[in-house]
C-alpha cells in the first residue's frame, strides 16, 4: 500500500681585578712598617667586601694592601706572622689576594671566586684593535695585557711602556740614533703615538717601510700621514686607521650595499674588526633589494635572503581570501578556505538521506513539529507516496525515505529540525538538497511555503531564511520529477558563528499550508557544509 499524510498525536520535542695592581696608590713595592720590613706588594682587594684582616688587603676598593701589622693578628711589627686569608669575594668580582704581612710576611691565600652567574663567553669579542696588548675573555669579562716593553707591533713598529705601538723609542743617549729611527733621522722625539724620529734632510730619510703611511721631512723632524683607507698596498688595501696604519685584505669604503674596497661583487661587505673580511652582508641594509614589495631583506650568518612577510601586504578584505606574500609574484590573494561537512547523507554522516531511523517512526538526527509525521518511505519498492498529484517515489541516489512537508488540508505549520554546531573560523553556510515539489495551484493565491532556515540553540530564527519556495515553484497536472541540488544556498553566517562559538544550531526544514488547494514538499539528499577559515 502507498504511504499517505498521518497525523501524529505526540508531537516530537524536537675596579683593580687580577693581581699586579698594588701600585694604583703608589704604596706596591713599598713597606710601611718598621725599617727592616720587606717590600711584598699588597694586592688583593676583594670587590664588594672588606677582606678579612692579613696586611690589611682590600680594605677598600682600589686600595693596595698596606704592608704592617696586621689586625687582630698574633704577630706584631717585624715578626714573621703569616697573614690571614683573603676574603670571599662578591658575587661575580675576580679573587682577591691577601696582602703581606711586615718582615717577609707570606703573602695572603687568594679568596675564593664569587659566584653571580657571570657568563663564560664574551658575545661581543675583545678584541681592542691594540697590536700591544693581549685579549682574553674571563669569566664574561674582556682582559687586556700589555705585552712586554720592544714588543714588535704593527708595520716595523715596537711597544713603548704604556703598552702603545709606537714609531720609535728613546733608547739612545745624545744623537745616537733610537730604535725604530734611521742613520739618517737618528733621534726620536715625542712619546707615545707622537713620537717621530728626527734629523732628517729628505723624505727617504723618513721611510718607514709602511706601504699605508706617506713620509715628508719637515725642518728636520719626520711627517708622518695616512694613507686613505682602501688605498692599495702589497697584499691589500690600507685600513686608513691613524697610528695603525696596516695593509689588510679589505676596508669598510661604502655605505651599504655598495662593495667595500678589497671585495668582490659576491661579497661586497667589509667587516674591518679583528682580521678584515668581506662577506656577502653584516648587516640587513647590505642586502640588495628585490624589488618585492612584501620580502624583508635579511642578512643571516653574513648571507642575504629575502624573506616573504604577510604583514606587508594590504587587507584584501575577505577574511578567505587573505593577501599572502608570494617571494616571487608579490601579495596575491590565496584561498585558506576549509570546507566541513555537517550533515552528509550516509547515516554515519549525519542522516541526511533519512535512510536511518530513530525507532520512532522518525529519521535518526532529525526532530519532526507539527504533529505530523515527516518522514516516509516512498522508495521504488513500495507504491511511493501519495501525494497532490499521486504516488511519488524516491526517484533520485540516496535510498528509499524522504521528508514531506505540507500535503495537508488543513492549515498547518510543520517541519523537522537537524542539530549542528559552526566551527570557530565559520564563515559561511551552504545548504544542498534534492526536491520535488507539486501543487494543486501553482498561483499566488495558493499560500503554501516551504523554507530552510538556520535556527539558535533557542530555535529561534537566525537572520532571513536560507532558502524560500512555495506553491509557485511546484509542479502541477502528472509531473512529478525530482530535480537533484535543486535547493543550492549559501548564507554568509561569520558574525553569528563568531558570537555563539561552542554554542548549538540547527538547520531546519519548515513548511506553512493554507488549507485550500494542497501542495507536497517532497526533500531528500539533505547535505550541510560549513566553510572555515582561520
Known amino acids: 500500500m502507498g504511504s499517505s499524510r498521518h497525523f501524529v498525536a505526540l508531537s516530537f520535542a524536537g675596579l683593580c681585578v687580577v693581581s699586579g695592581c698594588g701600585n694604583l696608590i703608589g704604596l706596591g713595592d713599598y713597606g710601611v712598617a718598621d725599617g727592616s720590613g720587606g717590600n711584598g706588594a699588597g694586592t688583593g682587594n676583594v670587590a664588594g667586601m672588606s677582606a678579612l684582616a692579613g696586611g690589611a688587603a682590600g680594605e677598600a676598593i682600589g686600595e693596595g694592601g698596606l704592608g704592617g701589622v696586621p689586625e687582630e693578628s698574633a704577630g706584631s711589627a717585624g715578626e714573621s706572622g703569616a697573614s690571614e686569608s683573603g676574603g670571599t669575594s662578591g658575587a661575580g668580582a675576580s679573587s682577591g689576594t691577601g696582602g703581606s704581612g711586615a718582615v717577609s710576611g707570606a703573602s695572603g691565600t687568594s679568596g675564593t671566586a664569587g659566584g653571580g652567574g657571570a657568563p663564560a663567553v664574551c658575545p661581543n669579542g675583545c678584541d681592542d684593535a691594540n697590536d700591544c696588548t693581549t685579549d682574553s675573555c674571563v669569566l664574561g669579562a674582556c682582559m687586556h695585557d700589555a705585552l712586554p716593553l720592544g714588543s714588535a707591533c704593527g708595520v716595523s713598529r715596537t711597544c713603548d711602556a704604556q703598552a702603545q705601538c709606537v714609531r720609535c723609542r728613546d733608547t739612545a743617549a745624545g744623537t745616537a740614533q733610537d730604535f725604530g729611527c734611521t742613520a739618517a733621522a737618528p733621534i726620536c ?10 734629523g732628517c734632510t729628505t723624505a727617504t730619510d723618513c721611510a718607514d717601510g709602511n706601504d699605508c703611511t706617506s713620509e715628508t721631512c719637515s725642518n728636520g723632524k719626520c711627517v708622518f700621514v695616512t694613507v686613505a683607507a682602501g688605498t692599495a698596498c702589497t697584499g691589500g688595501v690600507c685600513n686608513g686607521t691613524a697610528s695603525a696604519e696596516k695593509c689588510v685584505a679589505c676596508a669598510d669604503t661604502a655605505a651599504s650595499p655598495a662593495q667595500d674596497a678589497g671585495c668582490t661583487p659576491a661579497k661586497p661587505a667589509c667587516d674591518p674588526s679583528g682580521t678584515a673580511t668581506c662577506y656577502e652582508c653584516l648587516s640587513n641594509a647590505d642586502c640588495a633589494t ?63 538521506g533519512f535512510e536511518q531511523s530513530d525507532g520512532a517512526s522518525a529519521a535518526a538526527g532529525w526532530a519532526d513539529f507539527g504533529g505530523y509525521r515527516i518522514v516516509y518511505n516512498c522508495g521504488p519498492s513500495t507504491s511511493g507516496c501519495s501525494g497532490t498529484n499521486g504516488a511519488t517515489t524516491t526517484g533520485t541516489s540516496g535510498g528509499d525515505f524522504l521528508a514531506w512537508l505540507g500535503g495537508t488540508s488543513m492549515a498547518t505549520t510543520t517541519g523537522t529540525n537537524h542539530l549542528i554546531a559552526l566551527p570557530t573560523g565559520t564563515q559561511k553556510l551552504q545548504v544542498i538538497a534534492d526536491i520535488n515539489f507539486q501543487t494543486k495551484n501553482a498561483t499566488a493565491t495558493n499560500k503554501d511555503y516551504f523554507e530552510v532556515r538556520l535556527l539558535d540553540s533557542s530555535k529561534t530564527q537566525v537572520g532571513a531564511a536560507l532558502y524560500k519556495a512555495s506553491n509557485m515553484n511546484a509542479q502541477t497536472g502528472s509531473a512529478r520529477s525530482w530535480t537533484a541540488n535543486a535547493i543550492n544556498a549559501t548564507a554568509d553566517v561569520s558574525a553569528y558563528a563568531a558570537a555563539h562559538v561552542g554554542e548549538d544550531s540547527y538547520i531546519s526544514l519548515w513548511s506553512s499550508v493554507d488549507a485550500s488547494l494542497t501542495t507536497d514538499f517532497f526533500i531528500d539528499n539533505v547535505r550541510v557544509t560549513a566553510t572555515i577559515c582561520q
Open 189 to 198: 722625539l715625542g712619546m707615545g703615538l707622537d713620537a717621530v724620529c728626527a
Open 290 to 352: 628585490d624589488n618585492v614589495s612584501c620580502t624583508l631583506e635579511t642578512c643571516t650568518n653574513h648571507q642575504c635572503s629575502h624573506v616573504a612577510t604577510d604583514s606587508k601586504c594590504s587587507a584584501s578584505g575577505d577574511v578567505c581570501l587573505p593577501n599572502k606574500c608570494d617571494p616571487v609574484q608579490d601579495c596575491k590573494k590565496v584561498d585558506i578556505s576549509v570546507q566541513k561537512a555537517l550533515v552528509g547523507i550516509g547515516s554515519t554522516q549525519g542522516n541526511g
